[in-house]
């Protein structure tokens, strides 16, 4: 099939020559036939025998001038008919001509049936050669067959377009035109949406083109979402307005929304507790300005509170959210109080809880880039421990009500240094709940949450985006996942059900691979992605080797058996093994003299130490 689409545009003009050339003697030969009844008329022919050279080498003059071998069979139209139609009549006129001219003594109708057995055969030996290619191009290539979505103009256009293309095969229309259901329009078929999800099966369909330019947006959204329940690629013809103002499909792609690469359904975490807990309340963020702590300070503006405090040390991180939030706190009547400081700074940290009279602290600033952290693990524990140790501290001699500080699954028996500072930032959490009744604290433990600054959703958007690769680091890898607003809501929701030292974890079903994640991307992108083998497919999927200190699975819970229930179904608390205080203030001596020293592998050997599970990760397991 290749090798045709591949002849040159004169080599492919010679061969309908020939073709039509040869179909000039046949077509007389014919003539004699049918008009004596007869496949041998050899006698009538042997008297006007001088009629086949004549006419054959007349006949393509006429194929030439009128310019037949130079019509495509993808555009054989009405206008290609007329034009061997006239071809016919002027061959059939010049066989009547000749055979006056040279009184020859073949019956006259011999010319006439002449020029109606050329224009039959031309036209068939067209329609024949078309539906030769469709069925060549059905049969072998790489043509992914489609199914276009609106069989008016634009799907009638684009299916014509389409079957010029190398790329992709028509192969039925959808409609909701009743009226068009059971017809075939441009060659196609005709369904009833109802019948799409079996035609996709059975006609192995690979995408779904929405040939509706004049649709309006809403609609138009509405119908993809229906769609892309669908495992298939959904492509949006652009409307004329917009091809008219340069945009093309690539602006019509559909953006991959986060809960679709779950693998799981959504978790309902609108509970009243969580209103009744921060109503009427001061509540500080840590970190405000950071993608958990902004979520955070949005959901926070729904449950009414007194007041929030957005505490951040990034300038510019802290003006965003402020400039987000100020518009909608005036509206709701909730102020807003942005302040710069690092959790680190002890007296602006206690200043900030005091001048603003802080009753809940929900402490999500840290630094969580594991490559980041794992080069620089000095700054790494200064901010994630000693920065959490400053912040606990503040809030329980202050007496707030509430301490909730967020973690992640990475500080389970961790193999990097940023896990191995949450937990160490879990234990003097544990710690300074031992000494000070008053205020409850307790941390969340979070999966991968998708969307958030470093997670593979933005960095796979980018990659596709570029045409790939997609980096892949192992393809064994696994992750739990969690949406921005799940984790959110798991952070107010432990303060709600906190009564002290808990370790609060959302039920994220089973944890999904990371490459998974990677061709789910890619499809709802409406890419393909590339066989490694045929090279077929759109964006590549790399697999680069497990960084320093990158696990090839997470867990959330040091101690299954720990688990105990909570009001919600989905939120598991669990109550841990920790440290004794002197234990916890050793750890911190040794920590703080490790960062004045300067002094990494002091630090190491302190984590590996106090850390339960810490250790560091197979140099063959990260390459293999």
Not at 226 to 239: I, N, T
Not at 375 to 396: D, F, I, K, S
Not at 480 to 487: L, R
């Amino acid at each position: 099939m290749n090798s045709i689409h591949d002849l040159s545009r004169a080599k492919k003009r010679a061969i309908f020559l020939a073709v039509d050339s040869i179909l000039v003697p046949l077509a007389l030969y014919c003539a004699f036939a049918f008009r004596y009844g007869t496949g041998t008329p050899w006698m009538p022919i042997s008297d006007s025998w001088v009629l086949f050279p004549v006419i054959s080498m007349w006949g393509v003059g006429i194929i030439w001038a009128l310019r037949l071998h130079r019509i495509k069979l993808n555009a054989f139209d009405t206008h290609s008919m007329s034009n061997i139609g006239v071809a016919s009549l002027l061959i059939a006129f010049s066989a009547v001509m000749l055979s006056y001219w040279l009184k020859l003594s073949a019956p006259r109708s011999v010319p006439l049936l002449l020029g109606l057995f050329f224009c039959i055969f031309a036209v068939a030996a067209r329609v024949v050669g078309l539906n030769l290619l469709r069925w060549l191009s059905e049969r072998g290539g790489n043509r992914k067959p489609v199914a276009i979505y609106g069989a008016g103009a634009a799907g009638i256009q684009l299916a014509a377009a389409l079957r010029q293309a190398s790329e992709a095969r028509p192969v039925f229309f959808i409609d909701d035109n009743p009226n068009l259901h059971g017809l075939m329009v441009a060659g196609l078929p005709v369904h009833d949406p109802a019948k799409l999800g079996k035609l996709i099966k059975a006609r192995n369909i690979e995408q779904i083109l929405l040939a509706v330019p004049s649709m309006a947006k809403k609609r138009r959204d509405e119908l993809i979402s229906k769609l892309g329940v669908y495992e298939v690629e959904v492509q949006v013809l652009p409307s004329y307005v917009d091809l008219m103002s340069g945009k093309g499909l690539a602006d019509s792609l559909r953006t991959v929304a986060p809960d679709q690469l779950l693998g799981r359904d959504k978790v309902d975490l609108d509970t009243p507790e969580i209103a009744k807990t921060y109503a009427g309340r001061v509540v500080m963020v840590t970190g405000a300005g950071g993608s958990i702590g902004s979520e955070l300070c949005r959901q926070l503006l729904n449950c009414n509170p007194a007041r929030i405090v957005l505490f951040e040390q990034g300038e510019f991180q802290l003006y965003s959210i402020d400039q987000e939030l100020q518009l909608e706190a005036k509206a709701t009547g909730i102020p807003i109080v942005s302040r710069l400081g690092s959790v680190t700074n002890k007296a602006r940290v206690a200043g900030v809880i005091a001048e603003e009279g802080v009753e809940i602290v929900l402490h999500a600033a840290a630094y969580k880039h594991v490559p980041l952290v794992e080069e620089n693990e000095l700054e790494g524990a200064r901010n994630n421990v000693l920065g959490t140790q400053v912040v606990a501290e503040a809030a329980a001699e202050a007496k707030l009500e509430r301490f909730i500080l967020v973690s992640t699954d990475k500080a389970v028996r961790p193999t990097n240094i940023m896990g191995a500072t949450k937990r160490m930032a879990e234990l003097v959490v544990q710690d300074v709940q031992t000494r000070n009744a008053a205020t409850k604290f307790a941390m969340v433990r979070f999966g991968n949450v998708l969307g958030s600054s470093g997670s593979v959703l933005p960095l796979f958007q980018k990659q596709i985006a570029r045409g790939g690769p997609v980096t892949v680091t192992h393809k064994d890898v696994t992750r739990f996942f969690m949406t921005i607003p799940e984790a959110a809501r798991l952070v107010l929701l432990a303060g709600a059900y906190a009564k002290g030292r808990d370790v609060f974890v959302l039920d994220m079903g089973e944890p999904q691979k990371i490459i998974d994640i990677a061709h789910r991307m890619i499809t709802l992108s409406g890419r393909k992605v590339k066989d490694p083998k045929t090279g077929i497919g759109d964006i590549e999927v790399k697999v680069t080797g497990l960084r320093p200190g990158e696990k090839l699975y997470e867990e959330l819970l040091i101690d299954d058996d720990s688990l105990l229930p909570t009001p919600h179904a989905k939120i598991l608390r669990a109550q841990e093994c920790m440290l004794s205080q002197i234990e916890v203030a050793s750890m911190l001596r040794e920590l703080q003299g490790s960062i004045l020293d300067a002094d990494k592998v002091r630090l190491r050997r302190l984590i590996a130490a106090r850390v339960e599970g810490y250790h560091v990760q197979d140099v063959d397991s990260r390459v293999s």
